[in-house]
């Protein structure tokens, strides 16, 4: 059991048979009645981002998710398909679980799915990955000076904004959780 007094950001528990992550938190003492925590939560599951002050006495089960680490093979249709690192089996996962961040996972690449009682709820890819940009406008000399940024397609199709001096070839490096350019590989 978990408290609501303790809750930190990346906490998972169970609440109204919903299984949900902590992902901001703030305590909050007015002068005046009691103290509450204000928390955005979001449903592991379904994805959906909820607002909600909470009594600190109010206590919730602990819900573990299971993060198992496994490789990225191939996809066919809406199915793609993963290899346990330790057992070598393969298990396909439907294209609506994976996320947003998933288009940033070339095949061959180590992943974590996510899993709660043995149920595939998501795929959580590194948190920075180097990709080659496969498409881009050609850069000049001299056009670092200014903040500016131009479209890339990158080798797994995914396309994000890249500084003016990236030309078509190079290897870049990626925050798969903002989805941003970081520097060059």
Known sequence: MISAGD????????????????IEFQHVKPGKGAAFVRTKYKNVITGAVVERSFNPTDKYPTAYIERKDMQYLYSDGDLYYFMDMETYEQQPI???KLGPAFQFVKENM??????????????????????????????????????????????????????????QGDMIRIDTRTGEYMERA
């Open 94 to 96: 439907d294209k609506s």
């Open 110 to 167: 180590e992943v974590k799915v996510l899993s709660y009682k043995g149920n595939v709820f998501g795929v959580e890819p590194p948190n920075f990955v180097e990709l080659e940009v496969t498409e881009t406008d050609p850069g000049f000399k001299g056009d670092t000076a200014t903040n500016a940024t131009k479209p890339a397609t990158l080798e797994t199709g995914a396309e994000i904004k890249v500084p003016l001096f990236i030309n």
């Open 7 to 22: 809750f930190r950001n990346g906490i998972t528990f169970e609440m109204d048979g919903n299984v949900v992550q902590v």
